[in-house]
């Protein structure tokens, strides 16, 4: 029997006990085979305890640059008891088993359809290291060392890996290079077969049989790794695969994202998986938003006493000028929601990031889901719709978060940043992170002091002078102390205030409109969007009071139906009008290179079937549109990227007969976005919703895991 070499095409599996030390080495592995130019995509699969439970540490390795998660293991690296048993029982038929063989493995791990591969990991770390943790820690690099000896991985690129990440503390380089070429230097004298012999000794080699039934637990142990080494067919190899592209979280490019959108404020109370957005914000912060004169910093971190505060107080400095938001998770957004409702009724701009995880109440919080579909799109009583951003890799993570800051000013509006945990905390490949530094940030309809002037009648008062000379506000709607710093309580490494801004500038034709008096709520661009006077814009004129309450185009309290009634009518004109600013769907048709090509709904491969995807979901399902097509079952796909749905969306829908919704929820929330969005626009709602009923069709994983394309596949295929 002749052996087949997998080359850059497997998955392996490291099972861990959190708190070990195991994260930043198994890692390593993913950034040896990204550093050599193959794609890969991993993901960290860890409990909510601090220390002691089970960890495991996934990598699929695709030279198709498939970077969804695959069904099966083919290498097991199991270090942790307390999960073997079903480690064991994870590894593919024809995969590998790799333990620690300072002890004998427990009866009933005797497969015949796997290979073994026992090394003595803690045996080898206590001939060598006297500390127990560094015993356990080096324990952790050893197997590192083996693999690269195994799949032929580079030693040199792991070397500079190892550098790399101890750059600043290298004392600490010489002894992980030591423990690298432990684990290599192991398998070479244990697997050291010379191709011929390798060649020559296959699964069904009756002799090794014969030699096995009578060999002792030592011989039998070494003739193992001899079979093991002649067998191994997985192997990882150079290519050129991934251009300039880079290895990045979505967390920390929500951050950037900030950074580059002009925000100087966070606000937020910590909960997992969305820490590490306000972690790596504080990080770039301290690198970029710091006076170059003074050194002092223009920025500022709250850390709240609970979710409900911090987005009170990322509220609070919007309203005041500055560019600010939270981040937080499902049960964060359920106490939000209260203020989430205030936002959208008083058009207070807001930016939130909601990185989901499993629901509901603490449900699994280090497990990944889309389950805030439903809480975030209508969050809080009344009727109430916001904006999501549905970015689907660290890119769009960066550039959505950007875009949410404009969005939230343009729409006077929250607007919320919808990622999850798989996206945040693992790293994707994934194409640069680009800027246009031309680029001019849209603050949306903010009336300046001279446009107020004009609109009561044109004459510059002596106040009104006086306002000019005392240079702003200090950022509570009261004038400032003559100190010359106004735009520091909108304060940007780009300077906000300096950047021009369209809408603001053509406010002036329409000035004559406000007949002589401000309205906070007036809607004389008929789109739904009033304008807003920032704080201390202007000593006299542009006041107004915000409130929750129900209130007239002047922002003057009133129980009166009819202006309640118009109010919300523009609000949902305003909803009209976000269809044009947000995101536009993307459809994809496969491409060489493996992109979606953005075209019109009406191309597509003529097919009267459908399938949506978006987020975390489009990995997975790209390579099982492509198994799909090799079955002959062709499908037009469309990646929503926002909420509200617009024309192209509608378009989409209602050109095909039948569309799978493809999500990562118990309950099929996207579908139900879906089902009452475009259910209401049509003329005869309930004659809509029995038509879309019957023509979309639910595709759901809600296991706590990264949706596969495998289970994409079946579920479709179930229904041809």
């Known amino acids: 029997m002749e052996n087949s070499i997998k080359v850059n095409d497997f998955v392996v599996r490291f099972a861990n006990v959190n708190g070990t030390g195991s994260a930043s080495a198994n890692a390593l592995f993913t950034k040896a085979v990204f550093r050599m130019g193959v794609p890969v995509t991993p993901k960290n ?45 994870d590894v593919m038929s024809g995969g590998y088993f790799v333990y620690d063989s300072s002890k004998p493995l427990p009866p009933g791990y005797d497969r015949d359809d796997i290979t073994h591969i026992g090394i003595p990991l803690m045996e080898m ?38 550098g790399e990440q101890f750059k600043g503390k290298e004392k600490l380089i010489e002894p992980n290079i030591k423990a690298l070429k432990m684990g290599e230097k192991w398998v070479e004298e244990n697997f050291g077969l010379t191709d011929a012999r390798a060649s020559a000794l296959t699964v069904e080699d009756k002799a090794l049989t014969n030699v096995r039934a009578s060999a002792t637990p030592d011989e039998d142990k070494a003739l193992t790794n001899v079979r093991a080494s002649a067998m191994f067919d997985l192997k990882v190899e150079r290519r050129d695969l991934l251009g300039d592209k880079i290895l990045y979280g979505g967390n920390s490019a929500c951050a950037l994202g900030a950074i580059f959108g002009g ?19 504080a990080k770039y912060a301290s690198k970029y938003r710091v006076d170059a004169a003074t050194g ?61 995880r499993t629901g509901p109440s603490t449900g699994m919080p280090t497990r990944t889901q889309q389950s805030d579909l439903l809480l975030a799109a209508y969050a809080s009583h009344g009727d109430t ?41 693992n790293d994707h490949v994934t194409e640069p992170l680009e800027w246009d530094d031309t680029r001019a940030y849209k603050r949306g309809k903010v009336l300046t002091g001279e446009q107020l002037d004009e609109i009561y009648g044109g004459a510059r008062t002596l106040l009104s002078a006086m306002d000019d000379a005392s240079s702003g506000a200090n ?51 008929e789109d739904g969007i009033p304008y807003r006077t920032i704080p201390g814009t202007h000593l006299t004129r542009g006041a107004y009071t915000t409130r929750g309450s129900s209130r007239d185009e002047y922002a003057v309290y009133t129980e009166d139906g009819d202006a309640y009634r118009r109010n919300v009518d523009r609000l949902a004109r305003k909803w009209k009008t976000a269809e044009e600013l947000v995101p536009a769907p993307l459809f994809y048709a496969p491409q060489a290179d493996g992109t979606e090509r953005v075209s019109s709904p009406n191309v597509s491969k003529g097919s009267k079937q459908g399938v949506i995807y978006f987020g975390t979901s489009t990995y997975a399902a790209r390579e099982a549109i492509e198994m799909l097509d090799a079955d002959g079952i062709h499908l037009d796909a469309m990646r929503p990227r926002a909420f509200p749905f617009g024309k192209a969306f509608r378009e989409f829908v209602a050109a095909h007969e039948r569309i799978f919704v493809i999500e990562q929820n118990r309950d099929a929330q996207f579908r139900s976005l879906i089902m009452i969005e475009l259910g ?18 639910s595709v759901l994983n809600y296991d706590g895991m990264p949706i596969t394309a495998d289970n994409i596949y079946r579920q479709i295929t179930a229904n041809f």
């Open 45 to 89: 699969i860890f409990p909510s305890n601090i220390q002691g439970l089970p960890t495991w540490y996934e990598v699929r390795v695709s030279e198709k640059g498939y970077l969804g998660r695959r069904e099966g293991v083919d290498l097991m690296v199991a270090v942790n008891p307390q999960s073997m048993k079903k480690d064991y029982a």
């Open 385 to 425: 719709k916001h904006p999501l951003l549905l970015p689907a890799t660290p890119k769009e993570c960066f550039e959505m978060t950007a875009q949410a800051f404009d969005l939230t000013e343009q729409l006077q509006t929250p607007v919320i940043v919808m990622t999850d945990l798989d996206l945040g905390m």
């Open 263 to 281: 925000a100087t404020v966070a606000a937020w109370y910590p909960i997992t998986p969305s820490t590490s957005v306000v972690d790596a914000f």
């Open 296 to 356: 002092k910093n223009n920025y500022a971190i709250v850390q709240a006493e609970d979710e409900l505060a911090a987005i009170g107080m990322v509220m609070g400095a919007m309203w005041n000028g500055a560019r600010a938001f939270t981040a937080t998770s499902g049960p964060g957004v359920s106490l939000m929601n209260e203020f989430l409702g205030l936002g959208y009724f008083a058009e207070i701009p807001t930016v939130l990031i909601d990185v989901q």
């Open 680 to 697: 209401a626009a049509l003329s005869e709602p309930a004659a809509a919703a029995t038509g879309l009923s019957d023509k979309l069709i």
């Open 475 to 525: 950022g509570n709607g009261h004038v400032a102390g003559g100190n010359g710093d106004a735009d520091k309580r909108v304060l940007a490494a780009a300077d906000l205030e300096k950047q021009p801004d369209a809408e603001a500038e053509s406010a002036g034709s329409y000035i004559e409109q406000f007949r002589g008096k401000y309205g906070r709520y007036l809607d004389i661009d």
């Open 125 to 162: 770390c206590n001939a060598e290291y006297t500390d127990a943790r560094q015993r356990q820690l080096f324990k952790n690099i050893v197997y590192i060392g083996a693999l690269v000896a195994l799949f032929k991985i580079e030693f040199s690129v792991i070397e500079q890996l190892i």
